[in-house]
């Protein structure tokens, strides 16, 4: 392996997975809001931040969340809210290509995703994809706190200065640069994998 870096750390919605915003938006248009009424929520709410956080961290249930978050929304049923939230995210099937790719080429791979609730996640290729995961609601901390991504590296058995740190949100990436992680800012499969191939010094496509 030439690249320097040789521990990989990605985030799951919207890395792993299609944007999961483009799926907030799609769930928004179906319950008959603005396109962007969940973003903006997340965005200018610090009531629904805090609802999210707690959620995240594992300190409150889907139950206690969705009607909660389904209020201040104004949307009417509560039930499944999650599910209608994250009901248009698909499988990213290139991204977890590269990602089994940088494994089998002797890259240490990891899981750092902030987590919605319980048993989301399909844990059934997580041993061909990774040798760490660490999922917010089952360490009770979530990004951007810096002591989760200290927590990754440590799983991973690799120092920051030798990881590289893939995320969909720009604020998720400024706690791993501080650290000594190399980061990149995932926008589509193809200049991501392009990046890491850079970085990592090994083919993923």
């Known amino acids: 392996m030439s690249g320097f870096f040789d521990g990989l750390l990605v985030d799951f919605g919207g890395v792993l ?4 915003f483009a799926s907030f938006a799609d769930f ?3 319950e008959g809001l603005e396109a962007d009424a969940v973003r903006k929520r997340f965005s200018n709410d610090a009531d629904a931040r805090d609802l999210l956080a707690e959620l995240e961290c594992g ?9 909660r978050f389904g209020e201040l929304l ?9 599910d209608r939230l994250f009901g248009g995210m698909r499988p990213e099937e290139d991204m977890l290509a590269g990602v089994t790719a940088a494994k089998r080429a002797g890259v240490r791979t990891g ?11 399909d844990r059934s290729r997580f041993g061909e994809l990774f040798d760490a995961v660490v999922i917010s609601g089952e360490v ?10 200290a927590l990754a590296c440590k799983r991973l058995d690799r120092a920051p200065e030798r990881c590289v740190f893939v ?9 791993a640069r501080e650290i000594g992680m190399a980061t990149v800012l995932h926008r589509d499969a ?13 083919s993923l496509r």
């Not at 899981?111 to 996640?121: A, E, F, K």
């Open 17 to 20: 997975t299609s944007d999961i």
């Open 28 to 30: 928004c248009r179906n």
């Open 59 to 67: 300190r409150i249930s889907e139950a206690q969340f969705e009607p």
């Open 74 to 82: 104004g949307v009417g049923r509560h039930e499944g809210l999650i």
């Open 111 to 121: 899981l750092l995703s902030n987590s919605w609730g319980q048993g989301r996640y």
């Open 140 to 149: 009770g901390m979530r990004k951007p706190d810096p002591a989760i991504y």
């Open 167 to 175: 995320d969909d949100l720009p604020g998720n990436l400024k706690p």
């Open 190 to 202: 193809a200049s991501t994998l392009a990046e890491l191939e850079g970085l990592l010094g090994v």
